[in-house]
């Protein structure tokens, strides 16, 4: 127990790391959850390029101002989002397509704007933190974001869960659809944005998707999927953090393969449709 | 419990000149007339005569519609459509399903309360369902699954009930007993239009019928729409869209 919790006890770095971390894991897996079940699984890594835009503009405007460049990324993002989802409202096309058609836009243009200046400097690389390195007002954000997040999500429980499973009834009953649906994304998009600059893209994505993809072979509703989300992504951020301290590997690629071990033992060996389960159930069933 | 719908009998739903466009193409073609408020009508009519489109239109469905649907606007609408955009792989339990029918009621924020759970477990029992509250959506067979739809239906409580092909595809035994539900409907003077394709069904539950082929061959009551010359001539209507056809210069 010493050695497990000895780099937290010591290292204020590592304790930070680690309630941003549990703060980003209860915060996103349960919209990780909803995206998996609405077949959005691909948003989030799609929205760490539509930051770009409004990073590139907000360059532009105000030069190597980091709130500058956040702001920018999280409004590009929310216009990125709520444009898809504007399309999918009132057209005929699907969620997938929409997204894969703004971002695409939005990436475009933040290259063409990074072009402008003709300067070498990764504004990516300077939007997109690391978990080691968080700092009080970056702690601050996620804390503010994920409590946000679960109050709405709370709030908006059911007609989220409506809207969800389905869309025609409550329309034809006068439901706020809409604005259940944009409410969705606009929490998406605050929680990647904020995780993208304390941790980084590749862990903010990461933490939100691979949790709620394990959670299904285990539960089925939506609850308690989104319950076992957090605690995979807890269990995931924990474990990959010691790892990190422990073999001096970097942490967010660390933390994303913890949660990617639970997924792969979660496809197999899972309780509800895990592949082993399913071979055994092939052969033995119940009388009626 | 039996509730009286009041309201439908006051003001009928009518159609004035109504056209339903699917690009460029009239899926129904300048329809006028009124449904018999309190009674059940049924649309019969060829494949692609516009049924579902009409319906869809009636249920305020995305549709392009020109023409007028006049209607009493307290009127409580159910629309059950044919190819429902319910995810059926959601996990939503038939509780929860059917508890939607309630919205009216508890909308978003109001909790279920014993009342209510009663309501949906009398609205189960209704539909031969009972103790299926705690199963899944994507458990359920489609039989069931339009039985649960159904058991929506009924707690919706409407005064004007939309039915598009709702026996589709489902088994005898599931028919009969939707079909019954449709009987009490009609002792409690609601209002049901459905699309339907078997004509002994018509005869039997239905008062009153449209029969359409993209425009109005015949509409009153059953015994009379229901003839050999008014069904051979809804099915020389032509299927495909003619591409060719000129611009309609119809008035009003």
């Not at chain 2, 009409?54 to 006049?70: E, H, N, P, Y």
């Not at chain 2, 028919?175 to 018509?202: G, K």
Request: overall charge positive.
């Amino acid at each position: 127990m010493d050695t497990l919790l000895g780099p937290f006890a010591e290292f204020a770095f590592m304790r930070r790391a680690l309630v941003s971390t549990l703060a980003l894991a209860l915060g996103s897996a349960p919209i990780g959850c909803l995206l998996v079940l609405r077949r959005m699984s691909l948003v989030g890594d799609a929205m760490s390029h539509a930051v770009l835009p409004g990073a590139a503009a907000a360059f532009l405007l105000a030069g190597m101002s980091l709130p500058a460049l956040s702001l920018g990324g999280f409004v590009a993002a929310v216009l990125v989002a709520l444009a898809a989802g504007f399309v999918t409202r009132s057209t005929p096309q699907r969620e997938d397509a929409s997204f894969a058609a703004f971002y695409l836009i939005a990436l475009a243009l933040g290259v063409l704007l990074v072009s402008l200046r003709g300067s070498q400097v990764d504004l990516m690389h300077l939007l997109f933190g690391s978990v080691l390195a968080v700092d009080d007002a970056a702690l601050l954000q996620i804390a503010v974001v994920t409590s946000l997040t679960l109050w709405t999500l709370a709030l908006l429980w059911r007609p989220l869960l409506l809207e969800c499973a389905d869309p025609g009834f409550l329309r034809s009953v006068g439901g706020p659809g809409a604005v259940v649906h944009m409410t969705l994304l606009v929490l998406l998009v605050a929680n990647l944005v904020s995780a993208f600059q304390a941790m980084g893209t590749l862990m903010a994505v990461g933490l939100m998707m691979l949790p709620a993809a394990a959670a299904r072979f285990w539960v089925a509703r939506v609850l308690p999927m989104c319950v076992l989300a957090v605690a995979i992504g807890a269990v995931s951020g924990v474990a990959g953090l010691w790892l990190s301290y422990a073999a001096e590997l970097p942490s967010g690629p660390c933390i994303v393969l913890s949660a990617g071990v639970v997924y792969l033992v979660s496809v197999l060996a899972g309780r509800r449709d895990g592949i082993v389960w399913r071979r055994l159930r092939r052969t033995v069933h119940r009388t009626a | 419990m039996t509730s009286i719908a009041l309201n439908a009998s006051c003001t009928p739903l009518q159609v004035r000149d109504l056209t339903v466009v699917w690009r460029g193409h009239p899926a129904v073609h300048h329809l006028s007339g009124t449904f018999a408020p309190g009674k059940a009508t049924a649309i019969v009519g060829p494949n692609g005569a516009g049924k579902s489109s009409l319906l869809t239109a009636l249920g305020g469905g995305r549709v392009d519609v020109s023409g007028q649907i006049r209607r009493d606007p307290s009127t409580r609408v159910a629309w059950l459509p044919q190819a429902a955009e319910l995810d059926r792989s959601f996990p939503l339990t038939v509780e929860d399903l059917v508890s939607m029918g309630l919205w009216r009621r508890i909308g978003l924020w109001r909790g279920v309360g014993a009342d209510d759970r009663a309501r949906v477990a009398d609205a189960l029992r209704a539909v031969g369902l009972e103790g299926f509250g705690a199963r899944l959506v994507p458990e359920l067979s489609a039989g069931q699954l339009q039985r649960a739809l159904f058991a929506r239906l009924l707690l919706q409580d409407a005064d004007l009930i939309l039915l598009d092909e709702p026996f589709n595809a489902i088994d005898a035994r599931t028919t009969a007993d939707l079909l019954q539900l449709l009987a009490r409907w009609r002792a409690e003077s609601r209002t049901v239009i459905a699309v339907l394709h078997d004509l002994e069904q018509v005869r039997a539950h239905f008062d009153e019928v449209l029969l359409l082929a993209r425009e109005p061959v015949a509409w009153g009551p059953t015994a009379q729409v229901l003839q050999a010359e008014h069904l051979f001539r809804a099915r020389r209507m032509a299927e495909a869209w003619d591409e060719h056809a000129p611009l309609c210069r119809q008035a009003a």
